[in-house]
């Protein structure tokens, strides 16, 4: 069964903060994905990496980088936290396009970071 | 880019009746639909999805509708039950790997 883990349920950080969202898979995925999960809002995404070192920019890159030098870690940095980016954050991962496996998308549980 | 919306933002249902949520799309090249449902306090996942060759699916209760012409697609849960209760999101990719959600619709089975 597809793991996907982030390593912090909940955090809470000040404006200003660096923060650091990690999330890892298991099952080889080659796509990544960073989306924020805002009521009334849906899932946003964040930025997407296809491949180790790659990177794309997503709908609402603003104020966030990410950082992908393993295949099965996907990193999303906060340079400078800011209160309008309190939001629950969800990784995914899936396989690449044109596999046999269709785009579904293999979530983790999230983390609700809270910024002060 | 993709816009995706999707009404209602939420619908009461009594238990055993059916449960429609419809959502439209902007981009007429998109090609995959997939439909997603989030329990309280759990992660999305897919509980069935649809590409543009067709025109419906269905898995036991749900069942997609696709109608490319009008650039909508529905999702239709029948004898609805309570565990049935959840946050629904539908979406839309086009022929790649970067999905546009909608808002999402919380659906309540009533007992």
């Known amino acids: 069964d597809v793991k996907v883990t982030q390593s912090s349920r909940y955090l809470v950080k000040r404006t200003g903060e660096k923060v650091f969202l990690e999330c890892v898979q298991d099952?080889?995925?080659?796509?990544m994905f960073w989306y924020r999960q805002d009521p009334g809002l849906g899932l946003r995404l964040i930025y997407f990496?296809?491949?180790?070192?790659?990177?794309e920019k997503g709908d609402i890159p603003e104020g966030y980088s990410v950082s992908r030098e393993k295949k099965e870690r996907f990193s999303l940095i906060l340079e400078s936290a800011s209160t309008n980016q309190t939001s629950m954050y969800l990784c995914?991962?899936?396989?690449?396009?044109?596999?046999?496996?269709?785009?579904?998308?293999?979530f983790g549980s999230g983390t609700q970071l809270s910024v002060l | 880019g993709e816009n995706v919306e999707q009404h209602p933002s939420t619908l009461s249902v009594q238990e055993g009746d059916s449960a429609v949520i419809k959502c439209t799309y902007s981009?007429?090249?998109?090609?995959?639909f997939p439909w997603y449902k989030q329990e309280l306090g759990k992660r999305p996942q897919l509980i069935i999805d649809i590409r543009s060759n067709v025109g419906e699916k269905k898995d036991q209760r749900i069942a997609v509708t696709l109608n490319k012409t009008a650039k909508h697609f529905s999702l239709h849960i029948t004898e609805t039950q309570p565990e049935d209760s959840a946050v629904y999101f539908c979406?839309?990719?086009?022929?790649?790997?970067?999905?546009?959600f909608g808002a999402g619709t919380t659906v309540t089975v009533r007992a």
């Open positions: 990496s296809y491949d180790v070192k790659m990177k």
């Open positions: 995914a991962s899936s396989f690449p396009t044109g596999a046999a496996t269709n785009e579904k998308l293999f």
């Open positions: 979406a839309a990719s086009l022929n790649d790997y970067k999905l546009s």
């Open positions: 099952m080889d995925h080659e796509n």
């Open positions: 981009d007429s090249a998109s090609n995959y």
